[in-house]
């Protein structure tokens, strides 16, 4: 990998982590220790494997969400 797609990996990894921290303020999670939210989503990752009706139903909440404020 050269140096300048060495540099465009690293600037796409932290707009992604920028991106998913926004969503934690958005979810109004901002003061939770972050224990709990991994926790959190560590228990949402296994629920999602074994259950597609709670991926929709939470795809809904979130696109509801984002529509809200113009996203």
């Given at each position: 990998?050269?140096?300048?797609?060495?540099?465009?990996?690293?600037?796409?990894?932290?707009?992604?982590?920028?991106?998913?921290?926004?969503?934690?303020?958005?979810?109004?999670?901002?003061?939770?220790?972050?224990?709990?939210?991994?926790?959190?989503?560590?228990?949402?990752?296994r629920?999602?494997?074994?259950?597609d009706?709670?991926?929709?139903?939470?795809?809904?909440?979130?696109?509801?969400?984002?529509?809200?404020?113009?996203?």
């Open positions: 990998m050269g140096r300048n797609a060495a540099s465009d990996a690293r600037k796409k990894d932290t707009r992604d982590k920028i991106e998913l921290g926004g969503l934690i303020v958005k979810a109004g999670l901002r003061y939770e220790k972050r224990a709990l939210l991994l926790g959190a989503l560590i228990d949402l990752d629920r999602l494997k074994s259950d009706t709670e991926r929709v139903r939470l795809t809904s909440i979130g696109a509801e969400a984002f529509g809200n404020d113009g996203q």
